[in-house]
T-cell receptor
Framework: GQSLEQPSEVTAVEGAIVQINCTYQ??????LSWYQQHDGGAPTFLSY????GLEETGRFSSFLSRSDSYGYLLLQELQMKDSASYFC???????????FGPGTRLSVLP | GAGVSQTPSNKVTEKGKYVELRCDPI?????LYWYRQSLGQGPEFLIY????????DSGLPNDRFFAVRPEGSVSTLKIQRTERGDSAVYLC??????????FGSGTRLTVV
C-alpha cells in the first residue's frame, strides 16, 4: 500500500516564499509529482521528480530525496493567484497510475 | 482535441439509477485514467487504461463500477445502482509518457 502526508493548510503573504512538504511510505517508487488545483477546477500538473535533487520551473521548484522518502514544492514570489490546493502524488511501482496525497491548501494574503 | 473533455459536467441522479460518464482524452494519448475526488480530499485512483485494455482496475470500489475504452480513445465510466456515497467529482486524465497527467474538468455526480 501507499500513504502520503502533507500539511493540511499553509498561509503566507504576497511576495514571500513557501515550502510544502510531502512524505511518503510506499512499497515501490518511480517518481513524485506535484499538482495545483484551484477551487472548482481540475488538477494541473506542475512538476515530476524521478531522481534526487531540485527541479526548477520558473517560480516553482520541486525537490526529492528518495533516501528520506521526502519531497517538497517551493513557491517563490508568491502571488494571490497561487492560492489553491497543492497535491503531491507518487507513481505506483506497479504501473503508471499515481497515488495522491490529501492536499495542502495554500492561502496567499495581501 | 486540445484538452481532456468530460461530459456531462454535472449529473444529478436518483439512488439506484444507472449512470454513464464520458471522457474524451487528448488525441494520441494512449494512457487514460479515472479518479474520483470528494470535497477536501485528494483524487482517488479508480482505473487505468493503456490503449483499449484496463491495465489496472484495482481502485474500482466494487462491482457496481465498470469502465470501457473500446477503441483506445474515448472511455466511459459506468456506475450501476448508484448510492449516495458515490457522490463525488469524477476526474479523467490522459498522458503520453506517464510522468504528468492532463486532467479534464470532471463530472460532478450527485446521487439524491
Amino acid at each position: 500500500g501507499q500513504s502520503l502526508e502533507q500539511p493540511s493548510e499553509v498561509t503566507a503573504v504576497e511576495g514571500a516564499i513557501v515550502q510544502i512538504n510531502c512524505t511518503y511510505q510506499t512499497s515501490g517508487f518511480y517518481g513524485l509529482s506535484w499538482y495545483q488545483q484551484h477551487d472548482g477546477g481540475a488538477p494541473t500538473f506542475l512538476s515530476y521528480n524521478a531522481l534526487d535533487g531540485l527541479e526548477e520551473t520558473g517560480r516553482f521548484s520541486s525537490f526529492l530525496s528518495r533516501s528520506d522518502s521526502y519531497g517538497y514544492l517551493l513557491l517563490q514570489e508568491l502571488q494571490m493567484k497561487d492560492s489553491a490546493s497543492y497535491f503531491c502524488a507518487v507513481r505506483d511501482n506497479y504501473g503508471q497510475n499515481f497515488v495522491f496525497g490529501p492536499g495542502t491548501r495554500l492561502s496567499v494574503l495581501p | 482535441g486540445a484538452g481532456v473533455s468530460q461530459t456531462p459536467s454535472n449529473k444529478v441522479t436518483e439512488k439506484g439509477k444507472y449512470v454513464e460518464l464520458r471522457c474524451d482524452p487528448i488525441s494520441g494519448h494512449t494512457a487514460l485514467y479515472w479518479y474520483r475526488q470528494s470535497l477536501g480530499q485528494g483524487p482517488e485512483f479508480l482505473i487505468y487504461f493503456q490503449g483499449t485494455g484496463a491495465a489496472d482496475d484495482s481502485g474500482l470500489p466494487n462491482d457496481r463500477f465498470f469502465a470501457v475504452r473500446p477503441e483506445g480513445s474515448v472511455s466511459t465510466l459506468k456506475i450501476q445502482r448508484t448510492e449516495r456515497g458515490d457522490s463525488a467529482v469524477y476526474l479523467c486524465a490522459s498522458s503520453s509518457q506517464g510522468d504528468g497527467y492532463t486532467f479534464g474538468s470532471g463530472t460532478r455526480l450527485t446521487v439524491v
